[in-house]
């Protein structure tokens, strides 16, 4: 048993691309050595953004042996008259490196054949390795890829060694334009030139020497610590931010922090200005004190000892210097013009070809909202007019226009530049939070006037877009349909603002008025939109397809009722009452297929039968406590109306014909039957559900 | 200068700046045409880029519509690439024990020109002073081999070297700083980029340009054609600095452009192909 040391050197790999890319190599190795029967214990990953490296321990030195048995043509083929082989013998045994001696005949039901017991004996590993590794290197999977020689071979970055050790022997591997040898690299500064490496074992201590720390939970541990380390010494601590831990973990091999710190007037700018500068682009950890109030001062993660810590630290300070100044100067340039001075230049922008300018979409957004506010909140129609006719401007401002990293703080600017001109903070609240949800998951607005606003700006670009025929495809979603629906959903599902799906995108309708070609098509088709989605979201949540269909077919109006039946008629699927129950009612909706005409309300005088009889009584007794359990959205109990049918319908269906020769009593039974199917169908198309045994 | 020399003892031509406004130095067509088809390639050249979009009216301490860029382009690619490029640095001046060296994601992409590649900014304390490209593609076009641009911002080097916090205030030699030789310019051309271009005539060029460069390119005369190409790319970037145009208006500029510069890009190895590729196997040896 040996020990494979393989490290594959390159250019720097960016930062999101490695672990990914790790993972995958360690899995395709393991599945490639036992697809090529090499035995090994554990698999060790190290990387740094010059290098992804496997430590493969207990590898066996061979190949395990195999046998097999092939099958060959038949024996009447085979074998000539006088039992002399045939060229199709001698080519199959000489195919499978066995003497014509060697093989054997089968029964079959086809006849006999002719069979070769195989013996392969394994090969070296190495010479399997170098099959292998160049194999799964080319298939490791990153965002993007680039050729950088002659050969077209694609990476993230170019490769530019291989360390390949099997102990302390160079196993032969070729990728690219580059051989494998025993010479890794250490940290491009401090330690150039070429790095000798001994053997596996001494990979992390070898690398070390050569200021690189290998191993990625190891760089992150000391990354922590300094962190904490030069933080301590000011008494502050960083905001907490694990993403960028995870980022600068993989942009350094041998990690310094060094604490700088920035002119205090730039804590007069609005926290996520200040943040945005050093987190977005900087990669800088932001500091706080202990009341977590913003401190003027920054950690960055240098790359290195530390020996040269005052001049990076100047650096880094102009260069954020540079960035602040920037945005400050933005910020006083913005402020001169208050929000409400800036909602003209909205009509030069244009929004979509065919929608109109961003003024345009701005007053629709207002006309909607205020319609949902008059419904749902009318006393905070006030607000939530006032936050829909500026709650685009920060649009025309630098801040935003600038393209950078500034740009995605639209919103928080909207409101900040709302609050500075002196607006109502629960305008500016409104400003923020209409486009909250951002993403799946996100917090919705924690105000009325913002939840009003984030729906109407999302019905009027769903609509807009469906209008357009801009339907997302596949993974394609230019216009972020999918990520509207679901906020739509949610805000009134969860939400909680008490608006019918469709009285939504009647509003948005009426609104776009002209600009729409056919009003009624594009309803249709984004309340089936809508259906998906909602069929998607709670699929997402664990219900079942079958249930979830068959309340939304029912109605979708009411996103968090449509929950709550799916949540009560689930908790009754596994009981046999209920399986029973649908079993009966899928009979009850097939026979009332077949029926023609309206059946009217069933009399009493004609029925034949006890348990016509029964059924009918019992459906009358429930009925009462059924309908106020559902008035009161009291699904489970609803449920528990109905599973008390079960015996009554399954005795109906035992002892009655439906299809009697006699047209009243056939006509009377069809009535009974439709009754029921009209009790049943408030609560869900409970037909829909699929039962054990059924596809 | 001490770039020059570096350059040119690697075997580069010390190639002039383009005699047309650019936005950067991949317009040159010592990079557009050169990168294309097989033959190898090494020039190094000052470039005058303008963006008419980023001026500031001299306002801003790190932002002009004008700056300087060091242009290094190698093809194909060499091996120590990265290596060379430190040496380079050194070659100037920097001490990099002193200072924090990254090599920083950066995909870069040129829609105008079909043009992209995969590289880094490369970092030095934190501040982007070169940008660092391996071409994948220009004009539409598939590279093979694949070429290097090094990309150096002159003014961020210097103010780095000079520790300077302004562009302004770089000293150009011992009597004049940057801002005694460019700011009056740079407070003119903004004026110029924002509110006086006339819209309806760079409109007109545009047409103009694009007409130009598609009949110079139908009678096989490429490199005026590619002027032409290049001009109708700065009419746009104008335009757009003037806010003339609507995002969907840009993306239908930005396909004219790209078409243009394919044709030029497709018709350009062709005429290389002619030529039976004069120039494979110079400078192998270097």
């Known amino acids: ?695 | 200068m001490a770039l020059d020399r570096f350059w040119s003892e690697r075997g580069c031509v010390l190639s002039t700046p383009y005699n047309s406004e650019v936005g950067a130095g991949t317009f040159n067509p010592a990079t557009f045409l050169r990168v294309l088809g097989p033959e190898p390639w090494k020039a190094a050249y000052v470039e005058f880029s303008k963006r008419p979009k980023d001026g500031r009216y001299g306002e801003n301490p790190n932002r002009v519509q004008g700056f300087h860029q060091y242009q290094v382009i190698l093809k194909p690619s060499p091996a120590d690439v990265q290596d060379v490029y430190i040496e380079s640095l050194r070659a100037i001046g920097i001490d990099l024990a002193q200072h924090d060296l990254r090599f920083v994601e950066d995909d870069w992409e040129s829609p105008t020109l079909g043009a992209w590649g995969l590289g880094w900014e490369v970092w030095l304390d934190g501040m982007e002073v070169t940008q660092f490209t391996y071409f994948q593609q220009t004009g539409s076009v598939d590279l093979d081999p694949i070429s290097v641009e090094l990309t150096y911002g002159l003014e961020r080097l210097v103010m780095f070297i000079q520790g300077v916090d302004s562009i302004f205030d770089i000293r150009w030699n011992d009597t004049f700083t940057w801002g005694d030789v460019l700011r009056n310019s740079e407070v003119d051309y903004c004026a110029l980029n924002f509110k006086e271009a006339d819209v309806d005539f760079h409109l007109g060029q545009f047409q103009f340009f694009e007409t130009e460069a598609a009949r110079l390119l139908e009678l096989g005369h490429i490199f005026p054609a590619y002027d032409y190409v290049v001009k109708a790319s700065h009419a746009f970037n104008m335009l757009e600095a003037r806010g003339s145009i609507s995002v969907t208006e840009r993306t239908a500029y930005i396909g004219r452009i790209r078409n243009l510069a394919r044709k030029t890009a497709v018709a350009y190895v062709e005429r290389r192909e002619e030529m039976g590729f004069p120039l494979l196997g110079k400078g192998a040896g270097k």
């Open chain 1, 1 to 695: 048993m040996s020990d494979l040391l393989l490290e594959i050197g390159t250019e720097e790999i960016p930062a999101g691309y490695i672990e990914p890319a790790l993972r995958a190599f360690a899995k395709n190795m393991k599945s490639h050595l036992k697809e090529a029967r090499i035995a090994h214990a554990e698999i060790e990953t190290y990387a740094t953004p010059r290098r992804l490296t496997l430590l493969i321990h207990g590898l066996a030195a061979r190949q395990e042996d195999l046998d097999r048995e092939e099958n060959g043509p038949p024996k009447r083929v085979a074998f000539d008259e006088e039992g002399n082989p045939t060229k199709a013998a001698i080519g199959f045994a000489k195919k499978n490196g066995v003497e014509v001696a060697d093989l054997r005949t089968v029964e079959t039901d086809k006849g006999e054949y002719l069979v070769a017991s195989v013996h392969e004996a394994g090969r070296p590993t190495t010479a399997v390795l170098g099959e292998i590794v160049p194999a799964i290197v080319a298939a490791l999977p990153f965002p993007k890829t680039q050729r950088w020689e002659s050969s077209g071979f694609l990476f993230a970055r170019p490769i530019r060694w291989i360390v390949a050790l099997l102990d302390q022997t160079v196993v032969p591997i070729t990728i690219a334009d580059v051989t494998s040898g025993r010479e890794s690299r250490g940290h491009r500064i401090l330690s150039p030139g070429p790095v000798p490496i001994a053997g596996p074992d001494t990979y992390e201590d070898d690398l070390m020497a050569a200021h690189v720390v290998v191993s990625p939970p190891a760089r992150r541990v000391l990354i922590e610590a300094a962190i904490d380390a030069v933080a301590q010494e000011r008494e502050v601590r960083i905001i907490p931010d694990d993403a960028l831990l995870e980022e600068v973990t993989y942009l350094v091999e041998y990690p310094h922090a060094i604490l700088g710190s920035f002119d205090k007037r730039f804590l007069a700018l609005p926290d996520r200005i200040v943040t945005t500068a050093m987190r977005s682009h900087q990669r800088y950890f932001a500091v706080q004190d202990e009341t977590g109030t913003l401190q003027p001062h920054f950690v960055t993660i240098a790359n290195g000892t530390g020996a040269n810590e005052k001049s990076v630290r100047a650096g880094n300070e102009r260069v954020l210097t540079a960035r602040l100044a920037d945005a400050a100067f933005y910020w006083d340039e913005d402020r001169a013009t208050a929000p409400a001075d800036r909602v003209a230049m909205l009509e030069r922008i244009v929004w979509q070809k065919g929608m109109g300018s961003l003024l345009d979409k701005t007053e629709r957004v207002r006309t909607i909202a205020e319609a949902i506010s008059l419904a749902v909140a009318p006393s905070a129609k006030e607000t939530v007019s006032r936050a829909a006719q500026i709650g685009k401007t920060d649009l025309t401002t630098e801040m935003i226009k600038d393209g950078k990293e500034f740009t995605k703080l639209q919103g928080y600017m909207g409101m900040e530049y709302a609050l500075a001109a002196g607006e109502p903070e629960e305008v500016a609240l409104a400003i923020y939070e209409q486009y909250m949800p951002r993403f799946s998951g996100d917090d919705l607005p924690s105000s009325v006037p913002g939840a009003i606003l984030s729906l109407a700006d999302r019905v009027d670009t769903m609509l807009a877009a469906v209008s357009l025929g801009n339907m997302p495809t596949g993974s394609q979603d230019p216009y972020a349909l999918r990520r509207h629906a679901r906020g739509i959903l949610r805000l009134l599902g969860e939400g909680g603002v008490d608006l019918e799906v469709g009285r939504l995108i009647d509003l948005g309708v009426e609104v776009l008025g002209a600009r729409i070609e056919d009003p009624a098509k594009v309803k249709t088709d984004t309340m089936e939109f809508m259906r998906g989605r909602l069929e998607n979201m709670l699929g997402e949540k664990g219900y079942t397809y079958d249930i979830v269909n068959a309340v939304v077919s029912l109605n979708m109006e009411d996103p968090a009722d449509v929950e709550e039946r799916v949540l009560a008629i689930r908790d009754f699927r596994e009981t046999d009452d209920f399986q029973n129950l649908v079993h009966g009612y899928k009979r009850v909706v097939n026979i009332l297929k077949k029926a023609e005409g309206d059946a009217g309300v069933p009399d009493p005088a004609l029925f034949r039968d006890d348990e016509e009889r029964a059924l009918h009584e019992a459906v009358e007794a429930a009925r009462p406590h059924y309908e106020s359990a559902l008035a009161e959205r009291n699904y489970r109990d609803a449920m528990e109306r109905l599973i008390t049918l079960r015996g009554p319908i399954d005795r109906f269906f035992d002892k009655v014909l439906v299809m009697d020769k006699d047209e009243a009593i056939r006509k009377n039974r069809i009535a009974l039957l439709s009754g029921i199917a009209q009790l049943f169908g408030n609560l869900a198309d409970l037909s829909k559900v699929v039962l054990e045994g059924e596809n």
